[in-house]
């Protein structure tokens, strides 16, 4: 005969298993077995244990943005939350690092600025980014008592395309004879990049066969009532 106690409450039947859905963590389980051989009943034994704890599993982690760049915000994502037996509500913490080596990203508390760096603060400050960099991030979840196994993303910074920039004509009213030269207004790449540029030329709304480094149309090249156009990328 099997006897199940909960909290000292009857439970589970008298099946030879208990099943989990019968007790939760930090109970008192205990099974009372007594022998019978048809005729009278034995001396009982009696087993009891404290329910511990069950750490949470590994969750699936991501990223924000497909590709990292040094101009969108960069945060780590839970693709996938992190399963607990006990039903309990889970929190994370994240490791990062960059080029293989740990790097603190603040969120407000010691032990996020000493090593091994775990911090709640998902997101990295884009001061931290350069191109070509590569980052990785660990994911823990705990349910309070313990933490579970990490999870991993890697990703590579890629560059970031310079802005466009800002063209205009000089002289700005031009007329037969002249030549045409450019001014251009450029704000700074987000790399850090040393930018050049490539420039398509048209007349009259045909592109001419120009080379694409040519920045200027020589004096005589224009013609009255011509309309001139430049494209220009950086």
């Known amino acids: 005969q099997i006897a199940w106690m909960r ?74 939350a992190a399963k607990d037996a006990d039903g309990d509500p889970l929190r994370y913490r994240y490791r990062w690092f960059r080029d293989g080596v740990p790097v603190a990203v603040a969120d407000g508390t010691s032990e996020s600025a000493v090593a091994p760096f775990w911090t709640s603060a998902a997101e990295v400050p884009l001061a931290l980014f350069a191109k070509g960099q590569h980052w990785e991030v660990e994911a823990e979840a705990t349910d309070g008592e313990a933490w579970g196994p990490a999870a991993r993303a890697r990703t590579v910074v890629v560059n970031s395309p310079p802005p466009a920039p800002q063209v205009g004509f000089s002289p700005s009213r031009p007329r037969r004879g002249d030549g045409l030269n450019l001014s251009i207004k450029q704000a700074a790449d987000a790399d850090g990049d040393t930018l050049t540029y490539r420039y398509t030329w048209f007349r009259n709304g045909q592109k001419l066969a120009n080379p694409p480094d040519q920045s200027q149309v020589g004096r005589g090249a224009l013609k009255k009532g011509e309309q001139w156009a430049v494209e220009v990328v950086a």
């Open 7 to 80: 909290e000292g409450r009857p439970t589970g039947g008298g099946a030879e298993v208990l099943q989990p859905t019968e007790f939760k963590k930090h109970e008192r389980v205990k099974v009372v077995v007594t022998p019978h051989d048809g005729f009278e009943a034995g001396e009982p034994a009696v087993v009891e244990v404290t329910v511990e704890n069950a750490a949470p599993g590994s969750p699936q982690v991501g990223f924000s943005i497909a590709k990292a760049v040094v101009t969108e915000p960069f945060k780590a994502v839970i693709k996938v």
